[in-house]
């Protein structure tokens, strides 16, 4: 990246916005530069100072805006550009996920050598108070005599002072005073450094990360913060596999962690650190989309790789001969095998497998498949490619949460492997955010 220059120009530069980049910022260029700035649009006429240069690009910070583009709001947040959080709530929500198709075609465009047949339209829900996912951090600030909860500054590793979080879902982001008082009547208080938001359809739990042991009033505190707000509460004194329901709540966790896909008759339970998808709304519009495009039959067989707590599976099930999912957190499968039998569906099979590691012994390796849905992480396919290719599936279908490892997987797909890319779209699973969920279709 370059050694970061020692001095930057003090005063303010104007210039006119090409373009958004793929982190929400406004690209120009100034004397053949590229500059990224943020809090700028495309087609604005801003004045912006210089915050860091760099040897290939520099960046900088609107400070006055000359001339706003169309889509310009005023942020919903006061914290607006000191939190990390959010990076788009200066764009309507609508005109942010036509901006993240536009970014999804370029990235395929110039990566992947491809473009759709069709482009599928937008898919979007309500933009606030739609997180039910988050990692909040804490800290005790001894400057301001208190403990901040929240998320961190943009750039920085504060946390910033917020008295209430309008895209965490309200149980939550309404409570964020309240959970720093109460974090500040502990003896740890300097010894909690996150909580882990994780929310059901009817509940809500909180797994705060405790560097020491609580005290026994600590507990008796948590315990009745936990009594009072109706919140699950655990402790993680560990790794993953160190959470524990607080100590003399366990009576109140008899009902799981759960979320309802009433289209298909699903009900799929989960644990705190368990991944699920942070926009349950979202979640549902996708599967209903996924399950169109896919269009299982009922005598074929599909595979569904990275399938987690099987948010895909089960629905596919319902409509397929038979569906294999494979993972490679052995937790989740276990805990697909209980949703499949919760949900009585008999026609799931799942597996645990490391799917960037050598699978060729693995049992469902040779089998044959229709179909086949894909969900990877942000680091994408690649290395099942090949594998599907073999497998007999004439549709994939590839749901991305990181469209640069989409874009560079559909050159492979389309460009190598004999696919086309029949249709593509971006979801705003996270709205007023620069991140960017996609829907692929190929087919052979």
Request: glycine share 8%; charged share 25%; net charge neutral.
């Amino acid at each position: 990246m370059g050694r970061k220059r020692k001095k930057l120009p003090q005063q303010a530069v104007e210039a006119r916005i090409e373009s958004l980049s793929h982190d929400g910022r406004g690209l120009t260029h100034i004397d053949g530069k590229t500059v990224f700035v943020h809090g700028a649009l495309a087609g604005e006429r801003v004045l912006f100072r210089y915050t860091g240069a760099w040897r290939r690009y520099d960046e900088g910070l609107v400070t006055q805006v000359l001339e706003p583009a169309a889509e310009r709001v005023t942020p919903g947040c006061p914290s607006f550009g000191i939190c990390g959080g959010c990076s788009l709530q200066h764009m309507h929500p609508a005109a942010q996920i036509l901006a993240k198709q536009d970014i999804l075609a370029d990235l395929l465009r110039r990566i992947g050598k491809v473009e759709p047949q069709r482009w599928l339209a937008p898919l979007a829900a309500e933009p606030w108070g739609y997180r039910r996912k988050a990692r909040l951090g804490v800290r005790w600030v001894a400057k301001k005599g208190r403990v901040l909860v929240g998320f961190r500054e943009r750039g920085s590793a504060f946390i910033t002072d917020i008295e209430r979080c309008d895209v965490l879902h309200p149980s939550i982001g309404e409570r964020l005073p309240a959970l720093a008082r109460l974090i500040e009547g502990l003896s740890i208080r300097e010894r909690v450094p996150q909580i882990e938001v994780a929310m059901g359809e009817q509940a809500a739990a909180l797994v705060f990360r405790v560097l020491d042991p609580p005290s026994d009033s600590d507990l008796a505190l948590l315990q009745g913060f936990a009594a009072d707000t109706g919140l699950r509460v655990y402790l993680q004194s560990g790794g993953v596999d160190k959470v524990r329901a607080l100590p003399g709540c366990e009576p109140e966790l008899d009902r799981a962690l759960s979320y309802s896909l009433p289209q298909h008759e699903i009900q799929i339970e989960f644990d705190p650190m368990d991944f699920t998808q942070v926009n349950l709304e979202m979640n549902r519009l996708m599967l209903d989309r996924a399950l169109e495009l896919l269009d299982p039959q009922p005598h074929e067989q599909i595979l569904d790789l990275f399938c987690g707590l099987g948010n895909f599976t089960l629905p596919i099930a319902r409509r397929a001969h038979r569906v294999v999912g494979v993972e490679g957190d052995e937790q989740l499968v276990q805990r697909a095998r209980a949703n499949a039998r919760r949900n009585a569906i008999d026609n799931a099979s799942f597996h645990s497998a490391d799917l960037y590691a050598d699978i060729q012994s693995a049992p469902w390796r040779h089998q044959h498949f229709d179909k086949a849905l894909i969900d990877p992480p942000r680091s994408g396919a690649f290395e099942v490619l090949d594998l599907l290719a073999e497998s007999g599936a004439h549709r994939l279908l590839y749901i991305s949460c990181y469209p640069s490892t989409l874009a560079r997987d559909a050159d492979r797909l389309v460009n190598s492997l004999g696919y086309r890319l029949l249709a593509a779209g971006a979801m705003d699973m996270f709205p007023h955010t620069a991140h960017l969920e996609s829907m692929a279709l190929f087919e052979r």
